[in-house]
């Protein structure tokens, strides 16, 4: 679970110079402007194409990321525990394989609780959150900077889903991306080669620590994502709600059911909304019609083994580097130098 808008301007602020001692202001540029136009046009092709779909990147409005936040807190939810386990693990193995860190950039940052766990380890002198959400951002940043009141934080507002571009002036020294929680996986393997040699290409003299789902049973991989509680299925839900709002739909939540499913074929989770009964979605200039048990694809979290990733991390020009384990084999951390 996670996350294109298209790229508009970018802040010509720059981070505020602050006297030894004083407390730091997060600072937080936004590269892209949501082109409303443009959103349209990308949710109307998926909506009427032949297998309806939307962009995982819809899940995350304000709502979506808080109610994700939720989801790592659930039982049936392992990769975010599992993630943390290693990291309390290893720790001390991340620290000596990376070196020293000028700049750690957290792609996909959410409430930046999993790079806090990486401070005291590798002791970045800059911090840099990128997120789609950037009120959410903000507010996250906002604690972060309670909590490390000296340490230089920033946050990028940032759509990353096709084109990642990290503003060269909020990098100090050597960069090391961070990217947690399996959210590789909403890439397929081949979009993710693109997006990875994106990472390498701006992480010169540094590298990536990436964390990646593994393959494992379906009995332990579905519940992941369609938990007892249900509030993965009101993550899911909640998209309709936001496409009611950007393009004008006329979505009715109780009308579609959540399905997480897994693909063994395809070696990913699927999340899909499905039509509880023949209905029709209309929208200002058009309208479909869904049959029964239709559905709406809204999301891929694909599934590794070690070596496949490390041959995605080698096709996408890093470096051999190294990985841990959890005790149960269920998740890796890799680093790939650059």
Known sequence: MNDPRTAGSTSNATPQA????????????????????????????G???????????FLYDALGSRLFEAITELPEYYPTRTEAAIVDAHGAAFAQAIGKVGTLIDLGAGNCSKALRLFPLLAPQRYVAVDISVDFLRDALAH????????????????????LQIPPRS??????????????GNFTPEEAVPFLTSVREQAGGGGL????DLVKPTEILEP?????????????????????????????PREWRHVGLFDTLRSRIE????????????????????????RIHTENSCKYTVPRFEALLQASGFARGHHWLDEQGWFAVFWAPA
Do not use: C
């Not at 990098?171 to 590789?184: D, E, L, M, T």
């Not at 994502?225 to 950007?246: I, K, S």
């Open 18 to 45: 602050t006297e030894p001692g004083a407390p730091r202001t997060p600072h937080v540029t936004q590269v892209w402007r949501e082109d409303l136009a443009a959103t349209r046009v990308e949710l109307l092709r």
């Open 47 to 57: 909506l009427t194409a032949a297998a309806a779909y939307a962009s995982p990147k």
């Open 144 to 163: 972060v900077q309670r909590q490390h009141p000296q340490l230089d934080v920033n946050g990028v507002g940032l759509d990353f889903s096709s084109r």
């Open 171 to 184: 990098v100090q020294g050597r960069p090391v991306f961070f990217y947690a929680g399996s959210s590789i």
């Open 209 to 212: 620590l990436i964390g990646v």
């Open 224 to 252: 992941a994502y369609d938990d007892a509680l249900g509030v993965t299925a009101a993550f899911n839900l909640n998209l309709l709600l936001h496409l009611n709002r950007l393009i004008g739909t006329d979505f009715r």
């Open 271 to 294: 999340m899909h909304l499905e039509a509880r009964h023949a209905l029709t979605v209309a929208w200002p200039g058009g309208e479909r019609r869904f049959a029964a048990g239709e």
